[in-house]
């Protein structure tokens, strides 16, 4: 099997001093609750080793962010997964962005970072602010709902495969496809396996997607062939960059507003906070990102030896990077577990950090803000109607279902 084929081709352990531990981070008991063992993780030292993976692991934040701005030591073209692509072969073509290294990277992310840009999202703004208060309209008489199922996978599938240029009927695939290229940064365990079964017909259906003929001519899928026709890119780059739109773009914003809901159900005090100061909204997205991260993980590759807090990596070892962990860190935030959407939230790894960090943040930031800004005014108080459900994920901190009962704010009529 791939992880056992991986402890034998990785080191056969950790160099001196290193602590060792035998936590699983991608079974079942640690992703069904990941914050109950990063304590662990980030006691046990600045760097660790984990004996069942032979890898090592970094879960504080100083070593997490020293890592992610480290590009040149910490590379990404190996894989930013378990899997090392130097020695065994990736689940799928590797991403010219997430998966590559300067000057490449340089080059594919210019490409990207100026069509999805600052100039065009304003321009969907005022479209994605109607679709976000038609569907909070759609959900208030119902004063019972699924805040996942019902919101958090509905309001990005109304407006993100139509930006892209996607045809209609891309939601089921996008989120069958995104989930299991999520898992694929894990080991190949059954969480993996049974979401890569089932993503079989989606796999086709990107691969489809994403060719410049079934892309409509203002999306942003087409701009990407636009610049291959620019000479920035070969038509065989474009078909990935666009794939990378449709991985990165859609389970990401579900789980961000997803997972965001979900830390007000738990703390109506800070829902009440941010009604009342509304401007608060945008730090109340940076804050629920930090508090819980939707994207927990990410591998690097050493390119080189490398010391990490104290300890020189060799060259060519996998390196588990907890951003979740990082960003819950005590060394670095005060009461980390407490969700305050008052607090400084600057530095927070959500996103991640330095040259890789997300290219889609804006388009992230603007679905929150304006569902935020449509369920503000409308809604009082988020209450949980029913436990919450988790889809588990090697990457993904994931809501299957989180039922709601929501206390709904009378509209004034006009005085007079
Ligand atoms: C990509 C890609 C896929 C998954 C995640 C991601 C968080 C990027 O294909 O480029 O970024």
Known sequence: MATADLSTAQASGPVDGVPTLDIDPFDEAFLSDPYGWHDQLRDAGPVVWLNRYGIYAAARYAEVSAALNDWQNFVSGRGV?????ARETPWRPPSLLLEADPPLHSRTRRIMAGIVSLPRLKALAPLWREKAVELVEELLPRGRFDAITDLAEIFPLRIF?????????????????????????GPRNAIFEDSNARAQEAIAWVNEACRRENLREEGWGMDVYRAADAGQCTADEAHRLVRSLLSAGVDTTVNGIGNMIHAFALHPDQWTLLREAPALHRKAFEEALRWDSTVQTFFRTTGAPVELGGTVLPEGVKILLFLAAANRDPRRWEEPERFDINRQTSGHVGFGFG??????????????????????????????????????????????????????????????
Request: glycine share 8%; with cysteine.
């Open 355 to 416: 040259i890789h960090q997300c290219l889609g943040q804006m388009v992230a930031r603007l679905e929150a803000e304006v569902m935020l800004e449509a369920l503000m005014p409308r809604i009082a108080r988020f209450r949980l109607a029913g436990a919450p459900v988790r889809r588990l994920n090697n990457t993904l901190h994931a809501l299957g279902s989180l039922p709601v009962e929501i206390e709904a704010v009378e509209i004034e009529t006009a005085e007079g």
């Open 161 to 185: 495969p139509d930006a892209v240029g996607l045809g209609p009927d891309a939601g089921e695939h996008l989120l069958a496809y995104a989930a299991a290229t999520f898992n694929a940064f």
């Open 81 to 85: 997964g378990l899997s090392d692509f």
